[in-house]
């Protein structure tokens, strides 16, 4: 009999698994508490929504040039401009369906089976299965509190003397931590992945959701970067599947043939509503100071519980804690905490399989009163456990 192929051989996605398991239990009558994924809880901006629907009263929606609409690439460098500083050409500009899309042509265009890429761990798993999924290998490196939790120069050097690297990737801010890179230690890795002959991709999906220090893109220090970005976060749009990447002029045509192929262009639909998202700000800022809200009740009362170790919360919407006071196993934690306590939230190995199952990922993005009635389930629940 046939059989499925080496490449589909990725690691699950633990976080969809605990949804899984979660909306299981919602469908028997249990009341779940969801901090497990990554999904804003506010809609799209009203703007957004508007537009669509004047789409669709309009009718025919259809496919676009792979690049995307030329009104949505201007809007994105108006963004660059605006919020930045930094012009970027609408000709190096190319709408994506989702980052998830923009990842796989990035690393399709840029690097050929068997090329390694560096990226830290903890961090997103997608990067790793993705690469493993193409043939490409996933150099994780374990970053801690001594680098803040981010890659250095120093790290990358390392491991390129161990064995030639081709790439570098880097979040800021990172899923699962929230930590975010200062600009100028991020402006130095740059600089030595350019003197190295690598390629930077820098994930900036979470831009636009920073509470504490000063975020920058990638863009401002090198015009050979790979900077990729999505609606759904900032912008409350998962559902709608739209993104961006800003290429060095000599991936652009590249990219564009190959999305040609793959996706034939991103939905019409979509990117209208993410144009006119752009002039949602007003909202936006207002969704994420409930964001803010949340981080801070979780910072005050989740070192109470027992959670002494987070990491710094800088942006994103998520707290990374260890669960060592508890458990040597944070699967087996998490999994007893959405049982018994009714609480959904990802284990560490989903994002770093060597320290991982020490750690677990809040995600507060939420509704208050849900983040508030979960940490008074976790105040009944804890003192039962061991």
Known sequence: MPHPSKRSEVAPFRAMDVLARANRLEAEGRDILHMEVGQPGANAPRAAMEAAQAALARGRLGYTEARGLPPLRHAISDHYRATYGVEVPETRILATTGSSAGFNLAF???FDPGDRIAIAAPGYPAYRNILKALGIEAVEIEVGAETRWALTPELVEAAHREAPLTGVLVASPNNPTGTMMAPDALKALIATCDDMG???????IYHGLVFQGEQQTALAFSDKAIVLNSFSKYYCMTGWRIGWMVLPESLVRPVERLAQSLYISPPELSQIAATA???ATEELEAIKAGYAANRKLLLERLPGLGFTEMLPVDGAFYCYASVRPFSNDSADFAARMLE??????TPGPDFDPVNGHAYIRFSFAGDHAVIRAAMDRLADWLPKQG
């Open 340 to 345: 018994e306590a009714g609480i959904a939230a």
């Open 198 to 204: 690598l390629w930077f991709i820098s994930d900036e």
């Open 108 to 110: 399709l265009a840029a």
């Open 277 to 279: 998202a752009f002039g």
